[in-house]
């Protein structure tokens, strides 16, 4: 079994603007450990997202390392990471990024069939994945139907159901009030726990943190560990 089933070496990433290239991810080395949910903050513009986009293979580095359970993608083509992001990761965005015409159901038996998932069991995995997240009496309902906190616990349902072994999320809490933030973020972390997964949650959100193991700052490129104590 992989116990760091992320771990990016010495990551370097820059973006040109005009004749300035802009050094967003200096040197930067990091590692998730199985079970763990980690918390990762900074301003705006300090390059959190990227970070994020890198460790999900959306985006190559232009120097370093990301390995992916064990697995070195730092040099694999669009296609190959196309297949890393569906199989071994979740994504859960800042808004629900639903399809608008598919039911609540539909949304997971989607991610299934395009990770050649599908089984005569996954109707009942469906199911239950949705009751997990609290989700069962709206199985057949459309997007539109649906609250904010809803939408989003369908996008976690979704983010898990290909049995993915890191999650990440990108300020998922934003659109949410603050009791709707919590119960949010509980939910992540109880099926990170009981389903022995890794979870990334980039937030501007203070009130969160208690409910992560680790905190780390995006500070002039690099992540460094945050040394306030969390409740666990």
């Known amino acids: 079994?992989?116990?760091?089933?992320?771990?990016?070496?010495?990551?370097?990433?820059?973006?040109?603007?005009?004749?300035?290239?802009?050094?967003?991810?200096?040197?930067?080395?990091?590692?998730?450990?199985?079970?763990?949910?980690?918390?990762?903050?900074?301003?705006s513009g300090s390059g959190k997202s990227t970070f994020l986009s890198i460790a999900g293979a959306l985006q190559s580095p232009d120097k370093g390392k990301v390995i992916v359970n064990g697995t070195n993608i730092s040099s694999y083509t669009d296609i190959e990471k196309a297949k890393i992001r569906l199989n071994h990761l979740g994504y859960i965005f800042q808004t629900s990024n639903l399809v608008?015409?598919?039911?609540?159901?539909e949304q997971l038996s989607l991610v299934l069939k395009m990770a050649n998932q599908w089984t005569k069991g996954s109707k009942r995995k469906v199911k239950e994945m949705l009751t997990a997240v609290g989700m069962e009496h709206r199985v057949k309902f459309y997007p539109h139907q649906l609250s904010g906190g809803e939408k989003q616990r369908v996008a976690i349902a979704r983010a898990f159901i290909n049995d993915?072994?890191?999650?990440?999320?990108?300020?998922?809490?934003?659109?949410l009030d603050s009791n709707r933030s919590m119960a949010i973020i509980e939910l992540i972390s109880t099926i990170v726990k009981e389903?022995?997964?890794?979870?990334?949650?980039?937030?501007?959100?203070?009130?969160?943190?208690?409910?992560?193991?680790?905190?780390?700052?995006?500070?002039?490129?690099?992540?460094?560990?945050?040394?306030?104590?969390?409740?666990?």
């Open 164 to 175: 993915p072994e890191i999650i990440l999320a990108d300020e998922p809490t934003a659109s």
């Open 100 to 105: 608008p015409y598919l039911k609540v159901e």
């Open 1 to 43: 079994m992989i116990m760091e089933p992320l771990v990016l070496e010495n990551v370097e990433k820059s973006f040109k603007d005009g004749d300035k290239e802009n050094h967003i991810v200096k040197n930067l080395s990091f590692s998730l450990k199985m079970g763990e949910v980690v918390a990762v903050i900074g301003p």
């Open 195 to 232: 389903q022995n997964k890794s979870a990334i949650i980039v937030t501007h959100d203070d009130q969160i943190l208690p409910l992560c193991d680790r905190i780390f700052v995006m500070k002039d490129g690099q992540l460094v560990e945050d040394g306030r104590e969390v409740l666990i």
